[in-house]
């Protein structure tokens, strides 16, 4: 008959499964002995238990064999509840490294998707010329915004050729440009081209030539402007007034962005 006891499955019944193994090995000593009655079958069984019981003496410790005060101290001495003591922490330290990694890289992510939002927006550049073929536009009876729909660059998509307004991304400092050109339609007529570069509505520049000299004649206006994120600007033609293109675009309206004033 088999009399060794089957191993434990828990860590708590080690102490009993390691008692038993005494009781099994002493009486395995004591058949011998009375089979062969002899001095060294007593020096057998004496060293067994000798072994055994130093062994048994020993406090076992989850940690591994001598785990130190660490240990004792989450174990608090009891040995049956020390290994899933010791499993609950490892796990709560995992979860612990897992969350704070991840929120690092949440942090990460935003500062990188800002990042890249800051450079495409810092990438603001656009230049249309009035139109794609040849026409005059105006005269008419109230100031009214220029479309210039024939659309060079767009960086950013700041302009919108359907309503010819330029909307600041953000703020900063913005050059622009606005070159308009007229035909008064037969030598010796008057020549009289007038358009106001304005912002949100108000005047800020304009663009101006008077002359009975010239047939043909062109006018440029250029300006920096410290803008703030969301500031419309357009060109208005004054009521009264003509201008005229073709496809050599003498009309554009061009803007970019020269640097940021956003704060750090």
């Known amino acids: 008959m088999n009399t060794t006891p089957t191993p434990p499955h828990r860590g708590g019944a080690l102490l009993d499964y390691i008692a038993s193994l005494q009781d099994v090995t002493l009486h395995c000593c004591l058949c011998r002995i009375s089979r062969n009655s002899t001095m060294k079958g007593i020096l057998i069984l004496s060293l067994l238990c000798s072994m055994v019981g130093s062994f048994l003496a020993q406090d076992y410790e989850w940690g591994g064999y001598e785990a130190g005060e660490a240990s004792k101290d989450t174990c608090v001495m009891d040995s049956a509840s020390c290994g899933c003591c010791l499993m609950q922490q490892r796990m709560q330290r995992l979860e612990w490294l897992f969350n704070h990694t991840m929120d690092q890289l949440s942090k990460d992510l935003d500062q990188a998707s800002k990042r890249l939002n800051d450079l495409r927006v810092s990438r603001t550049a656009f230049s249309a010329a009035l139109s794609t073929r040849t026409e005059c536009v105006g005269p008419f009876r109230d100031n009214a915004t220029l479309l210039y729909k024939k659309v060079f660059v767009n960086q950013g998509g700041a302009y919108s050729e359907q309503t010819g307004v330029f909307t600041a991304p953000r703020s900063g400092v913005y050059s622009f440009s606005v070159t308009v050109f007229s035909d008064a339609g037969a030598p010796g007529a008057r020549l009289n ?53 073709d496809v050599s675009h003498y009309n554009t309206f061009s803007g970019f962005l020269v640097f940021t004033t956003d704060p750090l």
Request: proline share 0%; hydrophobic share 40%.
């Open 193 to 245: 081209i007038f358009a106001l570069l304005q912002r949100n509505g108000q005047d800020l520049a304009g663009v101006h030539d008077d002359n009975f000299d010239d047939q043909e004649d062109s006018a440029t206006q250029s300006l920096a402007l410290q803008l703030l994120a969301g500031d419309q600007l357009s060109v208005r033609l004054v009521s009264g007034r003509v201008v005229c293109d």
